[in-house]
C-alpha cells in the first residue's frame, strides 16, 4: 500500500508565499512523476506542475514565473514553492504520484488527500 501525506497548506495574504511537501510512503520501487493539481470551488481540477524522476518539469501557464516544483527522489517527496500568491490561487491542493511501481510488482497512480490554500486579505 502506498500512502501520499500533504503538508505546507493555509491562509495567506495576496503576495505572500507558501510552500506544499508531499511525501510518498509504502512498498515504493520507483516513481515515474509527481506533481500537483488544484480544484477551486465550482471548478473542475486541474494541474499545476509536474516533475519527473529525471527532473523535467512541466507547468500551468498561470503559475509559470510564481510557483517551483522539486523533488527529492531519495524521501519520494515533492515540494512546491508558491510565491507571489494571488487570490484566484484559493484551491485544494491535490499531490499526484504517477506510476508508482511497487516491490510487488503493481503500477498505478496514487493521490493525497489535498490542503486547502487560501490567499486573503
Known amino acids: 500500500q502506498v500512502q501520499l501525506a500533504e503538508s505546507g497548506g493555509g491562509l495567506v495574504q495576496p503576495g505572500g508565499s507558501l510552500r506544499l511537501s508531499c511525501a510518498a510512503s509504502g512498498s515504493i520501487f520507483s516513481i515515474n512523476a509527481m506533481g500537483w493539481y488544484r480544484r477551486a470551488p465550482g471548478k473542475q481540477r486541474e494541474l499545476v506542475a509536474t516533475i519527473t524522476n529525471g527532473g523535467s518539469t512541466n507547468y500551468a501557464d498561470f503559475v509559470k514565473g510564481r510557483f517551483t516544483i522539486s523533488r527529492d527522489n531519495a524521501k519520494n517527496t515533492v515540494y512546491l514553492q508558491m510565491n507571489s500568491l494571488k487570490p484566484e490561487d484559493t484551491a485544494v491542493y491535490y499531490c499526484?504520484?504517477?506510476?508508482?511501481?511497487?516491490?510487488?510488482?503493481?503500477?498505478?497512480?496514487?493521490w493525497g488527500q489535498g490542503t486547502q490554500v487560501t490567499v486573503s486579505s
Open positions: 499526484n504520484a504517477a506510476r508508482v511501481l511497487t516491490y510487488s510488482g503493481r503500477s498505478r497512480d496514487y
